[in-house]
């Protein structure tokens, strides 16, 4: 992500700057157990409004890598004696380049209990168990 801002043609990659805050939650907090399950898309959806800014020189780049961030693993952690899937984000993304593109599940994770340490563990067809715009069903365990 770093090497991307840097190469961008935007001199923002200060401390204080956008590419450093985005880099920082997109890595440092968004794919945790613990974070919301919005926060990914969240961070990749900011990845692409930053790449279509002005002076962005290598925007399709920087997009291909909001994408592929987007569908990166959330981190996997025993809850009760399980490891569950994680909660998928209900919302609709802002950029139609992350339409229909969600996070993989961890390896190892339970594909039939949802949930994370600060959110209660929920059987697939729960809310959040099917991607945005996808409904669960139960018969056949898939969305």
């Not at 925007?59 to 004696?81: M, R, W």
Request: glycine share 10%; charged share 10%; net charge negative.
């Amino acid at each position: 992500w770093y090497d991307l801002c840097a190469s961008s043609g935007v001199n923002d990659i200060s401390a204080n700057g956008l590419c450093t805050e985005l880099g920082q939650i997109g890595w440092g907090s968004a794919l945790l157990a613990t974070a919301d399950p919005c926060m990914q898309q969240d961070i990749a959806d900011a990845m692409i409004l930053y790449a279509q800014g002005p002076g962005i020189q290598n925007s399709d780049e920087v997009i291909s890598y909001a994408i592929e961030y987007c569908q990166l693993p959330k981190q996997a952690v025993t809850v009760l004696g399980i490891v569950p899937s994680t909660l998928y984000c209900m919302t609709p993304p802002v950029n139609p380049e992350l339409t229909g593109i969600v996070n993989a599940q961890p390896s190892g994770a339970h594909r039939g209990i949802y949930g994370s340490p600060n959110v209660p563990l929920v059987p697939f067809g729960s809310d959040g168990t099917c991607p945005y715009g996808s409904v669960p069903d139960v018969d056949t365990c898939s969305c």
